[in-house]
C-alpha cells in the first residue's frame, strides 16, 4: 500500500513553491517562464528561465505570467504548472500516484482563471485538486491557531499584491487586498533613480537595492550603496552613491497604501474580536515582511503588536501543504 501523496502550490505572483508533507520544500522557484515567440514553446521555467533573460535571441522572451497578482497570461500559466509537475514527479523520485493537490491561487483571479488552473494540474494526473484562499493558507503555514474561535490578523506582502485578512475559526471574517507589493516598491525606486539622477537602472538592481538598503522605518542608521546604471544624458554606464534616506523617501508612497489597507481591515473587524486583536497582533507574511524595519515601523503606526512569521518567503507554501489536513479537522468543528 502507498500512501497518497499531498502536494501544496504556492502560486505567487513572484515565487512558485511546492511544499509535500514528507519532503517539505521540494520546489521554490522564480515565477518566470522562458518563451520562444516563433513557435509558442515554452522553454524553460523558474531559476533556468529567468537566468536565460536578456542572454538570448531576441525571439526568446521571459514571462511572469502572474505579474499584477492576476493570471496575466493564462496559457502560460498552464503551461508553467504543466512543467512543475514535471519537476516535482523528478523530484519525489516516482510518477506521481494520483496525488491530492491543493494549490493556492492569487486572490484577484476570476472563477475562469481558478477552473484553468485546476484543470491544468489535474491534466498533469492530480487526483484530486482543491484550491485554497491565500490567506488562509498564509495563517496555516504561520502557525497561527485559524480553527480556534479567534482572531488572527495575517498581513502577507507578495510581489504584486498585499492582502490583509482576519482569519476566525477556519475562515477568512474580512479581506482586503491591493496591487502593491515588492513589485511596485521596485519600481518606486526605478522611478526615483531616473528622476533625480537621470540614471536608468533595471527591476533586478532596483529589487537588490531595496532588499540592501530600503528601509520602511523613516528612523535608521544611513546606509550607503554604490549602484550601476545608464546615464539618461550621455547613454554610458554610470555609477552613483544612494543612500538608504533616499530610499525610504522613495518607498514611503507605496508603504503607506499597505498601512491604509491595513487600518481598513482592523476597522471592518467585528467588536468581538477586536480584543484578540490587541492581545495577539498581526502576522506578516510574503518577502515584503523582510523589508528592513517594516515589523517595528508598522507597530510603531497602528499601535498592536506586528510578527513577523517563521519563515515569511515559505508560509503560504507550507500552509497549502498543511490545509488538507486542517480542512478535515475544521469541517468536522463546525459539525459539532
Ligand atoms: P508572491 O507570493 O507574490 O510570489 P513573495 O511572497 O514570494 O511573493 O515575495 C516576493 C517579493 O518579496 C518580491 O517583491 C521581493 O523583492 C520581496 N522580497 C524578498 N526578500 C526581501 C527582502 N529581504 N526585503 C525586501 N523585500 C524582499
Ligand atoms: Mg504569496
Known amino acids: 500500500m502507498f500512501s497518497q501523496t499531498q502536494i501544496g502550490i504556492d502560486l505567487g505572483t513572484a515565487n512558485l513553491l511546492v511544499y509535500t508533507k514528507n519532503k517539505g520544500m521540494i520546489i521554490n522557484e522564480p515565477s518566470v ?3 520562444d515567440l516563433h513557435t509558442n514553446a515554452v522553454l524553460a521555467v523558474g531559476e533556468e528561465a529567468k537566468r536565460m533573460v536578456g542572454k538570448t535571441p531576441e525571439n526568446i522572451v521571459a514571462i511572469r505570467p502572474l505579474k499584477d497578482g492576476v493570471i496575466a497570461d493564462y496559457q502560460v500559466t498552464t503551461d508553467m504548472l504543466k512543467h512543475i509537475m514535471k519537476k516535482v514527479s523528478k523530484k519525489l523520485g516516482t510518477p506521481l500516484r494520483k496525488p ?3 494549490v493556492c491561487t492569487p486572490s484577484g483571479s476570476t472563477s475562469v482563471e481558478r477552473r484553468a488552473i485546476s484543470d491544468a494540474v489535474k491534466h498533469c494526473g492530480a487526483k484530486d485538486v482543491q484550491l485554497i484562499e491565500e490567506p488562509l493558507a498564509a495563517a496555516i503555514g504561520a502557525d497561527l491557531p485559524v480553527e480556534e474561535p479567534i482572531a488572527n490578523v495575517v498581513v502577507d506582502i507578495g510581489g504584486g499584491t498585499t492582502e490583509v485578512a482576519i482569519i476566525s475559526f477556519g475562515g477568512v471574517v474580512s479581506c482586503h487586498s491591493i496591487r502593491t507589493g515588492g513589485d511596485q516598491l521596485d519600481d518606486d525606486i526605478v522611478q526615483f533613480v ?3 539622477y537621470n540614471l536608468m537602472i533595471g527591476p533586478r538592481t532596483a529589487e537588490n537595492i531595496k532588499m540592501e538598503i530600503g528601509f520602511a522605518l523613516v528612523d535608521h542608521e544611513e546606509r550607503m550603496m554604490a549602484i550601476r546604471g545608464r546615464d539618461l544624458v550621455s547613454g554610458l554606464p554610470k555609477t552613483i552613491d544612494i543612500s538608504s534616506y533616499e530610499i525610504q523617501e522613495a518607498l514611503k508612497e507605496s508603504l503607506l497604501s499597505v498601512l491604509e489597507t491595513i487600518r481598513a481591515t482592523l476597522e ?5 474580536l477586536s480584543g484578540d486583536i490587541v492581545d495577539r497582533g498581526v502576522i506578516l507574511t510574503g518577502g515584503g515582511a523582510l523589508l528592513n524595519g517594516m515589523e517595528e515601523w508598522l507597530s510603531n503606526e497602528i499601535v498592536v503588536p506586528v510578527h ?6 515559505e ?8 490545509s488538507l489536513v486542517m480542512m478535515k ?7 459539532r
Open 33 to 35: 517562464v522562458a518563451i
Open 100 to 102: 491530492n493537490v491543493v
Open 194 to 196: 531616473r528622476k533625480k
Open 268 to 272: 471592518d473587524s467585528p467588536p468581538e
Open 308 to 313: 513577523i512569521a517563521p519563515s515569511p518567503l
Open 315 to 322: 508560509s503560504v507554501a507550507i500552509g497549502t501543504g498543511r
Open 329 to 335: 479537522r475544521i469541517q468536522t468543528l463546525k459539525q
